[in-house]
């Protein structure tokens, strides 16, 4: 009982008034659930897209594990976990940039175009974490949340008018069409995170944007983009099989 007892005062508990918490603790479960219908699906697929299920599974695994720290972290806390919010990402976001280099190989896509969508998604989130963490003051965050925009629209750039959209429409079919939502995924569904940025940090956008949940914001983007690249992919293998 004693044991019991003292483990629940380390073991923080969830406030029932904490939304930003609860959205935490359903983003984890969440990714858990994913990760589990990804990898369980895995081996009913052909060895061509084996590989690219596995790594739908693993990016919303790594996102389930930095999750359930993360949701640790606010409920002590009561603060932002930046830091591993950043750790997520950083091993995230590159996975989903090899994602498109897995559906478009096939097609002809190169080791050098993953690279370098690869060194966007890093110079992105590097030059994003300096503005949220580091460089805090005066026109900081503003200045490192351009350069990181910059990065940002070069990955875009490069799907949709670049490289890898050519490769794309050299493939055609089901292929071309699990590019193409990909892609949206990028422009849509990662424009939410500069609002979560611009709600959480001080600058010109402030007066816009100041005030909004910046936690829940990347919660919701986070749950959007990695399940949804994921079941795109996953749509892919079921399409061609
Ligand atoms: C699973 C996690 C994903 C898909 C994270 C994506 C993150 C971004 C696209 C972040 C972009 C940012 C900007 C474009 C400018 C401001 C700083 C960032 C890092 C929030």
Known sequence: MEKIISLMTVVPAMATDDYVGFTFFVGCMAMMAASAFFFLSMNSFDNKWKTSILVSGLITFIA?????YMRDYWATNMTSPT???YVDWVLTVPLMC????LILKAAGATKQLMWKMIFASIVMLVTGYFGEAV???GSGPAVWGLVSGL???YIAYEIWLGGASKLAAAAGGAVQSAHRALCWFVL?????YPIGYMAGTEGWYSGIFGGLPMD???NVGDAINKIGFGLVVYKL?????
Do not use: N, Q
């Open 64 to 68: 389930a594990v930095h999750y359930w």
């Open 83 to 85: 830091f591993f919010r």
């Open 98 to 101: 090899v994602e498109f280099y």
């Open 135 to 137: 460089y805090t003051t």
């Open 151 to 153: 990065a940002y629209f």
């Open 188 to 192: 849509a569904g990662w424009a939410i």
């Open 216 to 218: 829940v914001i990347y």
């Open 237 to 241: 293998a079921v399409d061609s099989k």
